[in-house]
């Protein structure tokens, strides 16, 4: 629950009570086309059936009660548990194999079908995007059951607010994460479902949990600070890795409760969080993985670019410090240019295509999506992503590929990492196009 001193700030019927943002209504009243434009799926550019597309998708989902495979999920495998030893390399070696095969191997590994709260949470965020163009009595009963098993499922450990971690065991070069130990990516995502939730369902306790991640955050996660004395947190409780993404999703998730909560401190610590964040942008525009620069496994990636992105925007929209908008627009051109082939295709690096991924094309979607509310020629970019994964990563079945490689493709699909992604993707482009005086998605 919410400390006493903040609920008299508490909205209690969350879309029609939001806060008046001068900067919002400015930078969409400066930009009139940007309403008129996004028409829905009248546009002439929409893809046919996005709204159809969307719900197969869902309903191969539904269908399996979201359980699935997952991208990193190999440690799973009672097999490959057994003969790790306990050894840092030997996982190393088992996940990347089977993450890489060509083949989903994880059948003949028995590793087990299951629901990874992330997914979850993604699936919950999308449905309630649903259901607040339609008013569906079933995308509601959906959203509920979903938020309700999140609920249900919090990481164990005595944690100073409700969190959430993967459905596995994982090792990176850096640290090793024991199977549902919290970490910041995933309670960010989850919390940004409750938040969307209290929005559309205006339900005060998803308001609480989702401001409960952030007593996780600030308490659980370790508050470090780089050479300019600005903070930043770790990924998970036990390491101390300097991962840019990773701030930027808490600055995200506080600015979207700040704007419920006027919570002032909330906000300030935003602040310093996404001034970490513009800090390490190259002067072309782009982020590495990690900082320093020189020791990051990745140099400038499809999603996690989008990731950062998604953030300062949130910032700026719901504090009105445009401060950075600068750093925003480099950004958000660098991601289109750089990360993005002509047809639509997701680049897995700026200087590296392959193997295109569909997480790549769902982050896409969204974070262009997100883009058009202030810079309405982004629009084409999310539709023209959408027609290029409805064209070569979806199966009869309604199933994504997870990735295509240059002369195959891995027609098997991740519950998690290709389905839940591309389900808020979709229906973060079906808000932007119906309904274009809100928050959605992401944001």
């Known amino acids: 629950m919410l400390p006493s001193t903040n609920r008299c700030c508490l909205k209690t019927v969350a879309a029609s009570n939001r806060p008046v943002n001068p900067l919002r209504q400015r930078l969409l009243k400066d930009m009139p086309n ?54 840092k390399y030997l996982r190393l070696i088992y996940t990347q194999a089977v993450m890489r095969a060509p083949v989903n191997l994880r059948p003949l590994l028995l590793v087990p079908k299951e629901k990874n ?13 649903l259901y607040n163009l339609w008013q569906d009595p079933a995308d509601r009963d959906h959203a509920q059951y979903c938020l309700n098993w999140l609920l249900e499922h919090t990481s164990s450990g005595g944690y100073a607010g409700p969190c959430w971690g993967y459905n596995f065991a994982w090792q990176t070069p850096m640290f090793y994460v024991p199977r549902y130990a919290p970490n910041m990516v995933v309670s960010t995502v989850v919390g940004l479902a409750f938040l969307r939730a209290f929005e559309v369902f205006g339900e ?30 770790s990924y998970t409780p036990f ?60 140099t400038h990636d499809n999603y996690h670019s989008g990731f950062v992105l998604d953030a300062i925007l949130q910032y700026i ?23 993005f ?48 994964a409805e064209k070569n990563m979806l199966g009869k079945d309604g199933q994504f590929y997870y990735q295509r490689l240059p002369y195959f493709t891995k027609r098997f699909s991740l519950m998690r990492w290709t389905q839940s992604w591309m389900c808020l993707a979709l229906s973060t482009l079906l808000a932007c196009l119906e309904r274009t005086d809100e928050y959605s998605g992401n944001l």
């Open 34 to 87: 940007h309403r008129s434009n996004l028409t829905g799926m009248k546009h002439p550019e929409a893809p046919a059936g996005l709204k159809a597309l969307c719900r197969r998708a869902l309903a191969y989902a539904e269908a399996r009660d979201y359980e699935g495979y997952s991208k990193y999920d190999a440690l799973n495998s009672p097999l490959l548990h057994a003969c790790s030893l306990g050894n």
């Open 117 to 129: 709260p992330k997914g979850i949470g993604l699936f919950a965020h999308a449905y309630c995007n």
């Open 204 to 233: 005060r306790h998803y308001l609480d949990t989702a401001r409960g991640v952030i007593e996780f955050i600030r308490h659980d996660l370790q508050a470090l600070r780089d050479e300019l004395g600005l903070p930043y947190y």
């Open 239 to 298: 390491d101390g890795s300097r991962v840019i993404n990773i701030s930027a999703l808490g600055a995200g998730l506080m600015s979207r409760v700040y704007e419920f909560t006027r919570e002032v401190s909330l906000i300030q610590e935003a602040r310093q969080l996404i001034q970490f964040v513009v800090n390490k942008q190259t002067n072309y525009g782009a982020w590495y993985y990690t900082d320093p620069p020189g020791q990051s496994p990745l």
């Open 317 to 339: 929209l719901a504090s009105g410090d445009d401060q950075w908008m600068t750093n925003y627009e480099h950004g958000i051109k660098f991601y289109a240019q750089e990360l």
């Open 341 to 388: 082939l002509a047809d639509g295709a997701p680049k897995f690096l700026y200087d590296r295509t392959y193997p295109v991924d569909i997480h790549g094309a769902a982050q896409g979607i969204i974070s262009f999506s997100q883009a058009a509310r202030l810079y309405p020629e982004y629009k084409a970019n999310a539709i023209r992503i959408a027609k290029w």
